[in-house]
Structure formats: structure tokens, C-alpha cells
């Protein structure tokens, strides 16, 4: 029972992540520091560089849905179109090495920021419409955790959106999207001779198969196509124009419970 106990409790630790600066004291336990603040002898941040956006999967840990201080959130379940306009603040050295909620330590240094409900971890750029300063940041903490604002970014963020000394300010949020290897491999079929498919299911009943096609392509991120067979209608996902791409792809579809999936080769003719 002890061991269940501490295990929930850092679970809930982690789901916190950051908080705004003006929360209330109920953190206490885990910060040593009362009231956020900006560092006493902070670096030279002038040739600060923004975030570079790559391609990452979502982290399985932070991108559940969940509570803080009877609050609920959900987690969106993909960044692409993410865009909005509301309050931004900042967060120091309260929360300075401490676990951010998708388990990295959070550094004020670095070009980071929290959201309340976009997954871990997701690139936005943070436009300051107070004076058209700009960063690009890496969201990978929760927060803040106060109805008036949309994100908070760090310390180092904030100094070239040139906000350190307001505390917040408005700002407009536009997520930028990288696409994974197995997408550019996909958006790249219709130029290859030969395509990849993976077979997740086949029935002599059209519409349950019809009615797995649009859960499968939301869950793996790929187009689909029913092949009809000897009247077996076959649910295959794709098409993928690089075979080792498309092996891991049905390897992960496996892990998924989809054991019985393979994979289908198919010439398509070059575009011209």
C-alpha cells in the first residue's frame, strides 16, 4: 500500500508540472521557494536562439487527461491547426530543476514553455502582439494553471519576447508541425514506383470494415483503401513508399493489437 501511495503521489507531481507565478501556497511541499522570481545574476541571453521544431512522438508520460486543483483538462490529441490569441505569463527560478510534466527538468534558460492542453512535447511560435516580438519554444510542462492566460513560457522566452518586466502580455500561439519520416514517406507515394501497404483487417462484411477505416487512419496517422477479393473486403493502410518505414509502421500497428497485420506490396506507375 506505502508503495502504491508514493508512486500516486509523484504521478500527481508530474501532472502539475509548472503553475503560474500567483498561485496559491499549496506547493509549498515541493518548491523550497515561496514566490516565483527572475534569477539575481542571469546569464547574457542576448544571441538567445529559438527552439529548433523537429520531428518528435508524443511522450507517453504528461499527454494523459487530468486534474489540477478540481479542474479537469484534456489533452488535445494531435497539435496540427493549433492556433490562438490570449494572455501569456512566465515562470523562474521557483520551478528551475525541477521536473517539468513529461519528466525533463525544467531549465528557465532554455527555450520552453507550458500549455494546459497541447501534447508533449509540441513546437509553437509566441508572437508578443504588444510589440511583434517573436520565439519559438518547445512546450513540455503543464500550465498555467489560471483561467486569464494560454501559456507560460521561461525565463529565457520571455526576455526576447520582451515581457520580463510585464509579467504577461498578449500574445498569439501558432503551432508548427513536423512531419514525421513515415509522413514525408506517404506524401511522397504518388512519385514512387512501388508503394507499401499494411493489411489491418479483412471481413466479408463491407460495413464493418467501413467502420474501422476512419478510427485506423486517426490512430496511425495514414490514409486508407478497401481492396475487394473474392468477396473479402480487405482494410489496408497507406500507401508508404519506403519498406523500411512501412516495417516499423506494421510493427507498431502490431504492438497496437492488430496482430494479425501484414504487409502488401504494390506497384503504382510514376506520375508524371
Known amino acids: 500500500m506505502l508503495r502504491n501511495s508514493l508512486g500516486c503521489m509523484l504521478l500527481a507531481l508530474l501532472l502539475v508540472g509548472c503553475a503560474s507565478q500567483n498561485t496559491s501556497n499549496t506547493d509549498n511541499g515541493r518548491y523550497k521557494m515561496d514566490k516565483d522570481k527572475a534569477p539575481e545574476e542571469a546569464p547574457d541571453l542576448s544571441h538567445v536562439q529559438d527552439a529548433e521544431p523537429r520531428y518528435e512522438p508524443y511522450s507517453k508520460q504528461g499527454n494523459k487527461d487530468y486534474e489540477v486543483w478540481g479542474q479537469s483538462y484534456q489533452v488535445m490529441p494531435n497539435a496540427a491547426g493549433y492556433s490562438e490569441v490570449g494572455m501569456a505569463s512566465w515562470y523562474g527560478m521557483k520551478f528551475h530543476g525541477h521536473l517539468t510534466s513529461n519528466g525533463e527538468k525544467y531549465d528557465m534558460y532554455a527555450m520552453s514553455a507550458a500549455h494546459k492542453s497541447l501534447p508533449l512535447p509540441s513546437y509553437v ?63 511522397n507515394s504518388n512519385t514512387t514506383k512501388v508503394n507499401f501497404y499494411i493489411q489491418v483487417f479483412a471481413s466479408s462484411s463491407k460495413q464493418k470494415v467501413t467502420e474501422l477505416t476512419a478510427p485506423l487512419e486517426q490512430k496511425f496517422s495514414l490514409k486508407s483503401r478497401i481492396e475487394q477479393r473474392d468477396d473479402v473486403y480487405r482494410l489496408q493502410l497507406g500507401p508508404i513508399n519506403n519498406e523500411d518505414i512501412a516495417s516499423k509502421m506494421l510493427d ?12 502488401v506490396r504494390d506497384g503504382v506507375p510514376k506520375t508524371k
Not at 252 to 263: A, E, P, Y
Open 252 to 263: 507498431n500497428i502490431r504492438q497496437q493489437g492488430f496482430n494479425q497485420s501484414f504487409m
Open 125 to 187: 511560435r509566441v508572437t508578443n502582439l504588444k510589440n511583434n516580438k517573436s520565439a519559438i519554444v518547445r512546450v513540455n510542462d503543464r500550465g498555467p494553471f489560471h483561467s486569464t492566460r494560454i501559456i507560460d513560457v521561461s525565463y529565457a522566452a520571455a526576455y526576447k519576447l520582451g515581457m520580463l518586466d510585464t509579467g504577461t502580455t498578449q500574445v498569439r500561439v501558432e503551432v508548427i508541425m513536423t512531419d514525421s519520416p513515415e509522413s514525408r514517406a506517404v506524401s
